[in-house]
């Protein structure tokens, strides 16, 4: 068979259980990362739901107060009693004062969140005051440190993901050609789109939009693509042989 009679539904069974297992690894990861997304930056301005305020505060930050401020107020909520976080709250609008670590704060810190901000990679050590006075600041939102490398995780390991996702779909059938090359090259575009956004939401507020846009573009494009793949190698070739025993 030549490479350019090669279609979804009649592709060798060893190349069909490839994209199908990859498919639905992919899938999986991609809801999975959905999750992930709604659990952190979903919960940024302290309600459930991803929204505007939740992408401003993520990215731009909240500059009327500090990122513990917003983080207790937000994703952190539900660590601690309200008065422990009022608390908190209150000593990181006087400016954090050091001599009141020692006495006071170094025990509330210990007792709400060292067990996980002392302990796990990656996240800031609340057991030392000057990783806390960092955090008392003003929440500028994220770093350019930061922005800098998720996105460029994010440009090299979705562009990957959605690679493969688009080559599979070239065998798809009945698929206007024209169809096909909007839908292969439309993740990649709302992908820059939405790496992207975050750099202007850094700078202006009022670029979050974009960041939503992006998200949907090429959610909804790669679901398309998988959807009309896996119903070509799955349920197409049943129905043909249903179809031939009748």
Not at 5 to 32: M, S
Not at 51 to 64: A, C
Not at 207 to 224: D, E, M, N, Q
Request: aromatic share 14%; with cysteine.
């Amino acid at each position: 068979m030549k490479f350019s009679e090669l279609t979804l539904p009649t592709l060798p069974r060893p190349v069909k259980a490839l994209f199908i297992g990859y498919l639905l690894a992919v899938g999986l990861g991609l809801c999975v990362a959905g999750m992930q997304i709604m659990l952190t930056h979903g919960m940024a301005d302290g309600k459930s739901g991803l929204s505007l305020d939740d992408i401003v505060y993520s990215y731009y930050g909240h500059r009327d107060g500090s990122t513990i401020e917003s983080k207790l107020n937000g994703s952190m909520k539900e660590m601690a009693e309200p008065e422990v976080r009022l608390d908190i709250i209150k000593w990181a609008r006087n400016g954090a004062p050091e001599s009141e670590w020692e006495p006071h704060f170094k025990g509330v810190f210990g007792q709400y969140c060292v067990m996980c901000h002392s302990t796990m990679p990656g996240i800031p050590d609340f057991s030392k005051y000057e990783e806390v006075k960092k955090l008392a600041e003003v929440d500028t939102g994220a770093s350019v440190p930061s922005l800098t490398r998720v996105s460029h995780i994010h440009l090299f390991g979705i562009s990957f993901i959605f690679f493969f996702m688009g080559l599979i779909f070239c065998f798809a059938v009945g698929v206007p050609e024209w169809l096909k090359v909007l839908a292969i090259s439309t993740p990649f575009v709302f992908l820059i789109v939405d790496v992207l956004s975050w750099w202007l939401t850094k700078w202006s507020p009022g670029f979050a939009w974009l960041t939503i846009i992006g998200g949907v573009g090429y959610s909804l494009a790669s679901t398309f693509m998988w959807v009309v793949s896996m119903y070509q190698m799955v349920i197409m070739p049943c129905r043909a042989r249903e179809s031939g025993a009748q």
